[in-house]
């Protein structure tokens, strides 16, 4: 029997669609678990690599490790975090590890990459390969001889400024950030203001397209910002989909979400920045997240803002 | 144990290290009971006896360290201090006799036990 | 007819690993102090693990996502890392109670002293976790627990009075010389010795170690819906057999081996014999358990490579977790504290840790997306809500009446 430990569940087939369907970053993506082909778990989506083009913000890569996760700790422990990670890299000036889109072979319960992307992911581990190295393989009976070749060691030693790519071909698996892009966790969160100065929540969800539309996940097009009065709840799945369950917890969550609102990213003004509050401009339409599931992917507000 | 403030409050300690005494008597009468009718072998008989006389030395221990609020209750701070060491002392002979593996001595140490229980309950009954 | 024989196997795995030193301490001191008028707490109980383990292990063989990933998406990684502390700390503690329950049986088995036996059995922990396969360990520790029986036949031996024993488990009173407040502090102990956190980190993720699928679904269903049951039943019998035995003699039940005797008392040295052999399954058992569940949970969180289902140098982490755990634990019993009030204190934590590992299970069990046509139905949705109320109130009961009554004197 083959047996395979990633998300072989049903509905992935069911549903080719998923891979062009909108995905929500924040519930789909961040903080799921990464697989690689043959079921290997390796590590989470600790952020999301964004970047600008000239329409608008692009997802180009998951962010795996301490120094991504460090971004998204509250303050002092992630402050400790970053530094304890930067302290013993081996790299004198060490660079978080980005997985480019590319290398994504699905995305369901959990995000499943490809075989040289999964190589290039272990390779990064550093206190995993420390205490296979130290600690484990000086106890009797310590067996799996992982194969790990040199030339991958030295591969994740090697720290590109921006993703080399020949036409046609993948870009490398794992590389550093691009130049000027920031982390998913730098949105979320951030106070966002009505056109008046008023404040009218935190931003909880980025909804993305797949970019360019077709089968290649080569990135994803932020298109819709969601925001809330109340972040705490707001990765539980409720505020994106109005059916689920169970009963009594979806009516308690709808009122504490009742004030969610979900805009077009282009209506958001100062993304550009990493800190401070973004502010809404004068033509946004806010309106329910649940009335944007009804005509994702149309572009145009069918609904009366709210 | 807190130290007790007022009357009720000693009391209420009493009939606390009494009842812990009633448990530890008993129960050690229980497990010498047991072995001398060969159903517990000699190990598990020895670890509850011993674990009975090691439980009664702390109960002593707190019970004596407060002091009592009024005369009467110095009567009963005697009284109950007596029995919880005669208590302790027959609990120390129980497991004496276990481990010398004798039964008439086991015997006699089982119906000690029994009857200092049986003082102790009462006593603390009268006190509720 | 071995799909059959593998159900069978499973049940009688649930039934035995169901009990470990919690349910025996507690459910032995509260038939003593109480009799049977607690009982419908460990009924209770019982049900409630019951429609959580099968959420989580339907969510783990449909998704192929265990209980602490699930925690990190839903709850984000703050929440996720207050709960993956709370988490780590109770079942530690309870890895920690049952390290020492081992030794304790050893030495009413031995008459060697437990600080000797402690370091052994953590070792011996160790070894089993590091070198021992996963189905067996499963297997060798449910099936030798199947042992504790005996307090079953011991009941039915001592020939109680039945009438007696049913009117005070059916009509739950406060006996005349407790307080309520200590009557429902040890209802929430009773609870949290039943419901486990460990037990569904332990059940999913030892879903994703076998390679569960959703055809595993009914197997896994038939352990839990018949194997859990049977297996609280013992812990009634357990509480059973010291209300007849010592509660009319007014002890006091605090050891282990007072919780033994009476199965010595009714059925000889075989019956002491079983009853030891028992009490090292279920606490040895539960000591592998924990054990995992501490390398699960932190590995889970942080998206390393788990399990005993990979090779150990592809899971370095999570090994030295583990081994780090084993030391901890020994380090631990060795400064002198006392197992047996280890585990009354483990079980109080555990009902306030319960809400936060079932409230993301409850959620994702839900999540079409995750579980196709396997998402929860109505009936598994009353269940789940009611009992995350019930949940919600022992946790949020447990501290404050911890405080107040002392924690039970």
Same mark, same amino acid.
């Given at each position: 029997m083959n047996r395979t430990r990633n998300g072989r569940h049903a509905v992935e087939s069911s549903e080719p669609a998923r891979r062009t369907g909108p995905h929500d970053a924040v519930l789909r993506l961040l903080d799921h678990q990464i697989v690689g082909p043959d079921g290997a778990l390796l590590g989470n989506v600790d952020d999301l690599e964004l970047v600008s083009d000239d329409a608008g913000w692009l997802v180009t890569g998951l962010m795996v490790g301490p120094a991504a996760l460090s971004q998204r700790l509250p303050g002092p422990l992630g402050r400790w975090v970053y530094a304890v990670w930067r302290r013993l890299? +081996? /790299?004198?000036d060490p660079t978080p590890v980005v997985l480019p889109l590319a290398h994504v072979t699905s995305i369901g319960s959990a995000i499943e990459v490809n075989l040289a992307a999964a190589q290039a992911l272990s390779s990064t581990f550093g206190l995993e390969l420390w205490l296979r190295e130290h600690v484990i393989s000086r106890l +009797?009976? /310590?067996?799996?001889?992982?194969?790990?070749?040199e030339q991958q060691q030295v591969m994740s030693k090697h720290s590109p400024s921006t993703a080399e790519t020949v036409a046609g071909a993948l870009p490398l698996p794992v590389r550093a950030p691009l130049e000027g892009a920031r982390g998913l966790s730098s949105l979320i969160g951030r106070a966002v203001l009505a056109p008046d100065g008023t404040l009218v929540g935190r931003v909880s969800e980025v909804r993305c397209v797949s970019h360019p539309p077709g089968h290649r996940l080569d990135a994803l097009r932020a298109r819709w910002v969601v925001y809330t &009065?109340?972040?705490?709840?707001?990765?539980?799945?409720?505020s994106m989909n109005r059916t689920q369950g169970p009963a009594l917890v979806r009516r308690l969550v709808r009122m504490w979400q009742q004030h969610d609102r979900v805009v077009e990213i282009e209506h958001v003004i100062g993304i550009e920045t990493t800190q401070g509050d973004l502010q809404l401009d004068q033509t946004a339409a806010p309106r329910h997240p649940h009335d944007l599931s009804e005509d994702q992917? /149309?572009?145009? /507000? &069918?609904h009366p803002p709210l | 144990m807190a130290p007790a403030l007022d009357s009720g409050a000693f009391q209420r300690n009493a009939i606390h290290a009494l009842d812990s005494a009633v448990s530890d008597t008993r129960t050690s009468a229980l497990a010498l009971q047991n072995y001398l009718a060969a159903r517990v072998p000699r190990p598990y008989a020895d670890t509850v006896v011993t674990e009975s006389e090691d439980a009664i030395g702390p109960v002593e221990d707190s019970f004596g360290a407060v002091d009592p609020p009024s005369p009467s209750d110095k009567r009963l701070r005697d009284e109950v201090g007596a029995l919880l060491s005669d208590a302790g002392d027959e609990l120390a002979a129980a497991r004496i006799a276990l481990r010398r593996n004798d039964p008439a001595e086991m015997m006699q140490s089982v119906k000690t036990l029994r009857g200092l229980a049986e003082r102790m309950e009462q006593r603390s009954e009268g006190l509720s | 007819m071995k799909k059959l024989f593998a159900i069978a196997l499973g049940i009688l795995t649930a039934i035995g690993g169901f009990v470990d030193i919690g349910d025996l301490v507690t459910n032995g001191l509260v038939g003593a102090r109480f009799?049977?008028?607690?009982v419908w707490v460990v009924l209770l109980g019982i049900i409630g693990i019951c429609v959580f383990a099968e959420m989580s292990g339907r969510v783990a063989a449909v998704s192929g996502r265990a209980t602490f990933d699930l925690v990190r998406e839903r709850l984000g990684p703050r929440v996720g890392l207050l709960n993956l502390f709370a988490s780590m700390a109770v079942t530690l503690l309870t890895f920690i109670a049952e390290i020492g329950g081992v030794a304790l049986a050893l030495q009413l088995a031995t008459r060697v002293n437990p600080y000797l036996w402690i370091p052994v059995v953590g070792a011996a922990v160790w070894i089993v976790l590091w070198r021992v396969k996963f189905a067996v360990l499963e297997n060798a520790f449910g099936l030798a627990g199947l042992a504790l029986v005996v307090f079953a036949v011991t009941l039915w031996k001592l020939d109680p009075d039945w009438a007696d024993l049913w009117r005070q488990a059916s009509r739950p009173f406060v006996p005349h010389d407790e307080s309520h407040t200590t009557y429902f502090y040890y209802a929430v102990a009773l609870f949290g010795a039943a419901m486990t956190p460990y037990e569904v980190f332990f059940f999913s993720s030892g879903g994703v170690e076998e390679g569960w699928t959703s055809d595993d679904l009914g197997t896994m269903r038939a352990n839990v819906f018949i194997g859990f049951p049977l297996g609280g039943l013992l812990s009634v019998a357990i509480a059973a057999v010291a209300a007849v035995v010592y509660l009319p003699q007014g002890v006091e039940v605090d050891t282990l081996g007072q919780i033994g005797m009476p199965v010595g008392q009714a059925l000889g040295v075989l019956g002491i014999a079983l009853v030891l052999l028992g009490f090292f399954a279920a606490t040895f058992g539960a000591a592998c358990e924990t054990g995992l569940s501490v390398g699960y949970s932190i590995a889970q969180y942080l998206g390393w490579q788990w399990g005993k289902f990979v090779a150990p140098l592809k899971a370095a982490r999570f090994h030295s977790v583990v081994l780090l755990s084993a030391v901890v634990a020994v380090g631990v019993l060795l400064t002198t504290i006392d197992p047996i009030m280890l585990t009354e204190y483990s079980v109080v934590f555990s009902a306030v840790a319960l809400p936060l590992t079932y409230f993301p299970i409850l959620v994702v069990a839900n999540d079409r997306t995750y579980m196709g046509r396997d998402v929860n139905g109505r009936l598994a949705n009353t269940l789940g809500t009611v009992y995350l109320v019930v949940v919600l109130v022992a946790a949020v009961a447990a501290i404050p009446l911890m405080i107040v009554t002392k924690a039970g004197q």
């Open positions: 890299h +081996p /790299a004198s +009797p009976g /310590a067996t799996g001889d992982t194969g790990d070749t &009065r109340h972040l705490a709840g707001s990765e539980l799945g409720y992917g /149309a572009g145009q /507000a &069918r | - | 009799g049977l008028s607690l």
